[in-house]
């Protein structure tokens, strides 16, 4: 991996670090929409689901596109989802553990 990718996989894991912005992604994942539509979805305030959209937004993760005064955010692309998928799949392998794991925290 050279140093800019390395850097890039740090910005966006940093971004990824987040149980709320990851349940933005697995919106997201279903399609795009609004951030009322994602904080709702999320159970978020909407200045708060719009703070971590920027974030997500300033990491590449996701795009923005406005749609008359109302903002659209999508996935930059399908692979996102699939970083969200391997996660769930690693989960669901180490469960043990990682549960394990998590109980020494």
Do not use: C, T, W
Request: glycine share 6%; no cysteine; hydrophobic share 45%.
């Amino acid at each position: 991996m050279a140093p800019e990718e390395r850097n890039f996989g740090s910005v966006m894991f940093k971004a990824l670090a987040n149980p709320a912005r990851l349940h933005i992604l697995e919106v997201l994942a279903e399609g795009p929409a609004s951030v009322n539509k994602i904080a709702e979805q999320v159970g978020l305030k909407q200045s708060m689901a719009s703070q971590h959209l920027s974030a997500l937004l300033r990491a590449g993760v996701v795009v923005r596109r406005a749609n008359g005064n109302v903002r659209i955010y999508s996935l930059r692309g399908q692979r996102i989802a699939q970083i969200l998928m391997l996660v769930d799949e690693f989960y669901e392998v180490h469960l043990g553990s990682l549960q394990e794991l998590l109980s020494r925290r």
